[in-house]
């Protein structure tokens, strides 16, 4: 299983970025999907997650309160990636974030991609 996640960067309050994971090593439509964060000096956190299945882009999505409206979670089944796309965003939004997939029991994470929002 590998993930690979590319996308981050430096951004002002209010911009946008979109972040993308490339999956491989597993049957990709049959796993749901993740997106994480972790800041500085705090845990890691759920940010939106995708199921599997709904055809070609997945089924039904989640998010984190503090992501609600400003993030969109997706997938395509035939590139087998999941893309996050990121609006409207705070400077508490800064983070490395990781895509994650749980495969046969273990969670397997990307290496991440940094987030920096700052004027």
């Known amino acids: 299983v590998q993930l690979v996640e590319s996308g981050g960067g430096l951004v002002q309050p209010g911009g946008s970025l979109r972040l993308s994971c490339a999956a491989s090593?597993?049957?990709?439509?049959?796993?749901?999907m993740s997106w994480l964060r972790q800041a500085p000096g705090k845990e890691r956190e759920l940010v939106a997650g995708i199921s599997s299945g709904g055809g070609s882009g997945g089924g039904s999505t989640n998010y984190a309160d503090s992501v609600q409206g400003r993030f969109t979670i997706s997938r395509d089944n035939a590139e087998k990636t999941v893309t996050l796309r990121m609006n409207s965003l705070k400077p508490e939004d800064t983070a490395v974030y990781y895509c994650?997939?749980?495969?046969?029991?273990?969670?397997?994470w990307g290496q991440g991609t940094q987030v920096t929002v700052s004027s």
């Open positions: 090593g597993f049957t990709f439509s049959n796993y749901a």
């Open positions: 994650k997939v749980r495969y046969w029991g273990k969670d397997y």
